[in-house]
C-alpha cells in the first residue's frame, strides 16, 4: 500500500510540472499583458553646478521647471507614438537647445574671446555607433550635426570649420554667431576675467558654473540612445573642450547595459571616463544603474575634486539621476504597466536635492 502511494504522489508531481511547463510556454507564445506592453521611459538634464534655491526666483524657478517639462514630455510622446530612442533624444535636446535658461544652443556661455563655441555628441545603444562636434559657432542646433556626423559620415568626432564644412555638404544653414549673445553669459563672462585679473589664475572652477543639456532614451523596441549638447566653460580659452563631445566621457550608450548623459566639470569626467565605467559597472559587475551612477559620481572622480552629475537609463527603463552639486536641472517620464497589465505613467522635475 505506501508503494503505491508513493507511486501515485509521484505521478500527481510529474503531472502538475507538465501542466506548469506547459502554462508558462503558452504564456510565452501567446504574450501575457504585461509582454504586450513594453516599458519606454527618457530622462533629461540642463547642467548640474551651484544651483541654490535661494538664488533663484519662483518666477525663474517655473520657467526652469516648465522647460525641462516641456522638453521631456515631447520626448515622451515620441516614444509613446512607437518612435525611436534616437528620435526622442533629439526632440527633448532641441527644445533644451533653443531656450536661453540653459548652457547649449542660444544659451551658450562665451569663451574667453567673447565668442561661443559649441559640442555635442550623440550614441545608439543598438548599434554602438556614435556622432559628435566641438568648437562650432555657425550651427543653430550642435545635437542635429552630432547626428549627422554618426549617419552620414564615416567618422565619429568633428570640430571646428572641418565640422561646418561638413555641415554645408548636407545643407546646413549657417547663422551669425551673435545669435547666442546673452546679456547674462556676458555679465558672467566678465565676472569671469574680473577675478582672473586678480588671481592670475585659470580656471577659477568654483567661480564657473556649470552647464550641459542631454537626455536618455529607451523605446519600444528596446533600445537606448544618449545625446549631449554644451556651450561649453565660461571664459575658456584656446579651443578647450569639455566631456560634452567626447564619447565614454560626457556621453555612452549600449543596450547591454545603460544609456548616460554627463553635465560637470568635463576635465575630472575625462580623465575618468564618467559615461561609459558606469555603463562597464552594470554590464560587467551586474551593478544596477543607482549603484553604478553612485559609486561614480561620489567616487574617485568627486575625490579628486570633479563635480558634476549624470542621468542614466537601463534597458528595463529603470532611471537614476544622480549629482554631487548643489543642484542639477532634470526631469523623467517612463511608462509603467501594473500588475493588471493597464500602462500608467510616472513623471518627475526637480532642480534642487
Given at each position: 500500500m505506501y508503494k503505491n502511494t508513493t507511486k501515485n504522489?509521484?505521478?500527481?508531481?510529474?503531472?502538475l510540472c507538465l501542466m506548469t511547463s506547459h502554462q508558462l510556454l503558452f504564456a510565452y507564445e501567446t504574450g501575457s499583458k504585461e509582454t504586450d506592453m513594453p516599458v519606454y521611459a527618457i530622462a533629461i538634464h540642463g547642467g548640474a553646478g551651484t544651483i541654490l534655491k535661494k538664488n533663484l526666483t519662483e518666477a525663474q524657478q517655473l520657467a526652469y521647471e516648465s522647460k525641462l517639462v516641456e522638453a521631456r514630455d515631447a520626448g515622451f510622446d515620441v516614444l509613446n507614438a512607437g518612435g525611436s530612442s534616437q528620435k526622442a533624444v533629439i526632440t527633448a535636446i532641441n527644445i533644451l537647445e533653443d531656450s536661453p535658461l540653459f548652457n547649449a544652443g542660444v544659451g551658450s556661455v562665451y569663451t574667453y574671446d567673447q565668442v561661443h563655441e559649441l559640442d555635442a555628441s550623440v550614441m545608439d545603444g543598438k548599434t554602438k555607433n556614435a556622432g559628435a562636434v566641438s568648437g562650432v559657432k555657425k550651427i543653430k542646433n550642435p545635437i542635429n550635426l552630432a547626428n549627422d556626423v554618426m549617419e552620414n559620415s564615416v567618422h565619429v568626432m568633428l570640430s571646428g570649420n572641418g565640422a561646418e564644412d561638413f555641415a554645408s555638404t548636407l545643407g546646413y544653414a549657417f547663422i551669425n554667431n551673435s545669435i547666442f549673445d546673452t546679456k547674462?553669459?556676458?555679465?558672467?563672462?566678465?565676472?569671469?576675467?574680473d577675478k582672473m585679473k586678480v588671481t592670475k589664475n585659470w580656471p577659477l572652477i568654483d567661480d564657473f558654473r556649470?552647464?550641459?543639456v542631454g537626455a536618455v532614451a529607451l523605446d519600444k523596441d528596446g533600445n537606448l540612445f544618449a545625446g549631449t549638447s554644451t556651450g561649453g566653460m565660461t571664459?575658456?580659452?584656446?579651443g578647450r573642450i569639455g566631456d560634452a563631445p567626447i564619447i565614454g566621457a560626457g556621453t555612452y550608450a549600449d543596450n547591454n547595459s545603460c544609456a548616460v548623459s554627463a553635465t560637470g566639470h568635463g576635465e575630472f569626467f575625462i580623465r575618468y571616463?564618467?559615461?561609459?565605467?558606469?555603463?562597464?559597472?552594470?554590464?560587467y559587475k551586474n551593478e544596477t544603474i543607482e549603484q553604478a551612477?553612485?559609486?561614480?559620481?561620489?567616487g574617485e572622480m568627486f575625490q579628486a575634486g570633479g563635480t558634476g552629475g549624470v542621468i542614466i537609463i537601463d534597458t528595463k527603463g529603470n532611471i537614476s539621476m544622480p549629482f554631487n552639486t548643489a543642484g542639477m536641472y532634470r526631469a523623467s517620464k517612463s511608462s509603467i504597466v501594473n500588475s493588471s497589465g493597464n500602462l500608467n505613467e510616472s513623471a518627475t522635475v526637480a532642480i534642487f536635492k
Open positions: 504522489l509521484q505521478k500527481l508531481s510529474l503531472a547674462r553669459r556676458l555679465e558672467s563672462l566678465n565676472k569671469a576675467k556649470f552647464g550641459t571664459a575658456k580659452r584656446w571616463n564618467v559615461a561609459a565605467d558606469i555603463c562597464a559597472r552594470v554590464k551612477g553612485r559609486a561614480v559620481i561620489f
